[in-house]
């Protein structure tokens, strides 16, 4: 940096720049704008030689931050045993995602059922240290679970295990975190508005909810909880709860609902209003994979306008289907050859509304089926449609007739996106580290699991999708630093998914070495970018 002096008529005007090279040409910017040199002259003897002074300190102390860090370690060092954290840089952008979709602010800031909001300390109660209220504990515990699931589907005593390298102090037992998880479960609804609210905000260009896509997936586990196992009458046995995820037009969440597994007609109809009501979608489209009531729910969807992208089991299939699926002529294989697809429209009959007269009436469908290299597992891939053997093939049936067959099967596979992060885990309902009602357990279990999709979802968006939520995920676990001395940490992967997030995320690239300060301001640094970010790269 220098001090740039510049005569106007006939007086110097002051600047501070700094040079600096950029596509083989040297261009300067500008640091700081001082003003005409006499408008100083009744305040230093000197104007000039004073802030040249002040430059050559500004240089000295930027030269100061650039002096190399010097660590010595003689060569029979050993491992201190009580030293053994990390830092996980990939956690805090996670981190930061999540604070700017303000999922926490719903925890103890109201009712369920709507009434008069609440401060966390008159949700809670406090105790002595206001660091520790139940408030404060809940929120805590919803980041440290919420953000684990961002990175992999782990338990919680897991997660717990590794609250120590988590960049927020986290100075309380399991059991602690355990106890609060009703206080998460009572904000679920208040958790999806808000984040859904925050994300508009920060996305004001985003998709319309006039058509809500609505996804079933349904989700087990073994009842073993502490709690309701100890009631009189309770049987244990397999639980099963169906999350319906509604996703607008750009696949970002836009809300869940919990309902009983398999729904039937009436369910979904209930569902469809609901949302409708919610959201102000005019239009639901179903996608679900196996259901009982599969061809009724499709019926009542068709006869009130809604639409649908359903499971077709090929194993109760006619034969007119089966030969077709079986039949090679028609599909259309990806460049890759992991896949194939074909589709074809034909008539369907449906009870009519009763405001249209009632009766039957024919509307149109399409039949896709799709083949993946990655899932067949029969030797014969043509397929052998006289002994039954369809093995790899999956047919859906949609009322979606404008959207072309690759379009429509990219929403049904958001079936198996929902797989990894909302997956239930027996080892965190049995045996719990504190009885908590499994039905409270449950509700907050899927609050987190759809804060942490909401994340990801945000952050693939920032990424402009080229990545899977695999790939994101990979690269957020694999950047984590060791402790090297000092505070400071030393990180050594790098990769082009790791650089993308980074830059997504307005944080400083492929830095080796970081210290806890550096990842918290870093937080910082990527929730201001995140916010303000989106608006300043569509104007590029």
């Not at 198996?416 to 885990?425: G, K, M, T």
């Not at 952050?459 to 690269?475: C, E, G, I, K, T």
Request: glycine fraction near 6%.
């Amino acid at each position: 940096m220098h001090l740039k002096k510049t005569k106007r008529n006939g007086r110097v005007y002051l600047s501070i720049v700094h040079n600096y090279r950029e596509g083989g040409t040297t261009k300067t910017r500008t640091v700081e704008t001082i003003g005409y040199a006499d408008a100083y002259a009744g305040q230093y003897a000197d104007p000039i030689a004073h802030f040249e002074e002040r430059v050559a300190a500004m240089n000295e102390e930027r030269r100061a931050e650039r002096t190399a860090i010097e660590f010595a370690f003689p060569p029979s060092c050993t491992i201190d045993a009580n030293r053994t954290e990390s830092a996980r840089w990939g956690v805090a952008i996670a981190l930061a995602y999540l604070d700017v979709l303000e999922a926490k602010r719903a925890i103890g800031s109201a009712h369920r059922d709507g009434s008069r909001a609440k401060t966390a300390d008159e949700a809670f109660g406090m105790r002595a240290d206001p660091a520790r209220t139940d408030a404060f504990i809940a929120r805590r515990t919803f980041e440290v679970f919420t953000v684990e699931r961002v990175l992999h589907a782990s338990p919680k005593h897991e997660t717990w295990e590794r609250r120590e390298s988590f960049p927020r102090p986290c100075d309380f037992a399991i059991d602690e975190a355990y106890r609060v998880l009703p206080a998460i479960a009572r904000a679920d609804e208040g958790i999806a508005r808000s984040m859904r609210a925050a994300y508009e905000r920060i996305r004001p260009n985003h998709a319309p909810l006039e058509c809500a896509h609505v996804v079933l997936g349904a989700f087990a586990f073994d009842d073993t909880d502490d709690v309701d196992a100890a009631e009189e009458g309770h049987v244990e046995g397999r639980m099963a709860v169906c999350l319906a995820m509604v996703l607008d037009e750009d696949g970002m969440p836009a809300g869940y609902r919990l309902l009983e597994a398999d729904p039937d007609e009436h369910a979904v109809q209930r569902l469809a209003a609901d949302i409708k009501k919610n959201t102000g979608a005019r239009r639901v489209v179903m996608v679900a994979g196996r259901l009982s009531r599969a061809e009724a729910i499709m019926r009542m969807l068709a006869t009130q306008g809604d639409g649908f992208i359903m499971h077709r089991p090929l194993e109760t299939a006619v034969a007119d289907m089966r030969h077709w699926v079986a039949d090679d002529q028609g599909y259309t294989t990806s460049r890759s050859g992991n896949y194939r697809i074909k589709s074809r429209v034909r008539a369907a009959t449906v009870q009519a509304d009763e405001q249209e007269g009632g009766g039957e009436k024919r509307v149109r469908v399409r039949d896709i089926v799709f083949w993946g290299r990655d899932y067949v597992r029969r030797q014969n891939t043509r397929g052998d449609a006289e002994s039954g053997s369809l093995d790899g093939y999956a047919c859906i049936v949609t009322s979606e007739l404008d959207l072309k067959a690759p379009e429509v099967f990219h929403l049904y596979r958001e079936l198996w996106r929902l797989a990894e992060p909302f997956q239930v885990l027996e080892s965190d309902f049995s045996p719990s580290p504190y009885p908590t009602p499994r039905d409270e357990h449950m509700r907050a279990h899927f609050a987190i699991c759809y804060a942490a999709f909401f994340a990801m979802r945000l952050m693939r968006s920032d990424l402009h999708w080229r990545f899977n939520a695999a790939q994101v995920a990979d690269a957020l676990i694999r950047m984590e630093g060791g402790y090297l001395a000092q505070n400071w940490f030393l990180f050594g992967y790098r990769s082009p998914v790791s650089d993308a997030i980074e830059q997504a995320a307005g944080v400083d690239a492929a830095r080796r070495l970081r210290t806890r300060q550096d990842i918290r301001e870093g937080i910082a640094q990527a929730r201001r970018h995140i916010r303000a970010g989106s608006d300043k790269r569509k104007d590029a």
